[in-house]
């Protein structure tokens, strides 16, 4: 059995973290990945999943509370780093994802190794980084998939994946559902509007 509330916000992270993975950046057992946002509504699918798929998994949060939770989540390695810092000592990746959203910084691109790949969810990013770091980044949107919605819902009712929530409202307070958008979460993860 899988809750309306979970349902609403597992269905778009899981289906955009299966396609990253599997569908755009092809990861495999073994691969070091770096995920900056591993704790995210997003991040916390890719910590995951790329877990479950035997990748190397390194993560970057940003307070202690996300550094346990990461872990949780089958991080085998956490970073912690103050809101917009550098983190420039994250090098040789095979794969990056950005999974935090705004300006992907310099960094991440200088993350990963010579041919390898940088994943941004948010918008196209910088050909002209890539070229510099001799690196194929890319962008994409994500696609419904009527089998891997069936497979979440068969993951989450079996208690094997946890789905990241941020907060609920009451369909009445729609108006401070939609202006929550615009103000800091209490935790990262999906707002969810309760429909009786
Ligand atoms: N391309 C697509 O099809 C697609 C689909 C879905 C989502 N997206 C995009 O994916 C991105 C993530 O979405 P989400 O729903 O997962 O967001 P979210 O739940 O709010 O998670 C954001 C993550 O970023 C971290 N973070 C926030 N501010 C930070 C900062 N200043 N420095 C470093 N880390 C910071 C948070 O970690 P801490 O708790 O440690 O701060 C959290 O892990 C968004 O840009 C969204 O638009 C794209």
Known sequence: MVSDVDAAAAA????TTWEALSDQAHVTAGQRLLIRGGTGAV?????????EMG????????????EARARGLGADHVVVTAPYSEASDLQAF???IDAVGGDVPEWM??????GGQLVVLQ??????LADKYGIRAFFFV???RRDRLEELAALIAAGQVEVTIAQTFP??????AYESGSLPKPRPGKTVILVP
């Open 109 to 114: 691109y200088a993350s990963v190794r010579p």
């Open 43 to 51: 991040g916390a699918f890719l910590t995951q999943f790329a877990h």
């Open 171 to 176: 369909l009445s307070a729609g108006k401070a």
């Open 94 to 96: 095979d794969v990056a």
């Open 55 to 66: 990748a190397e998994v390194t993560v970057t949060v940003t307070s202690a509370s996300a």
């Open 123 to 128: 918008e196209p990013p910088s050909q002209k």
């Open 142 to 144: 994500v696609r419904t």
């Open 12 to 15: 778009l992270p899981a289906l």
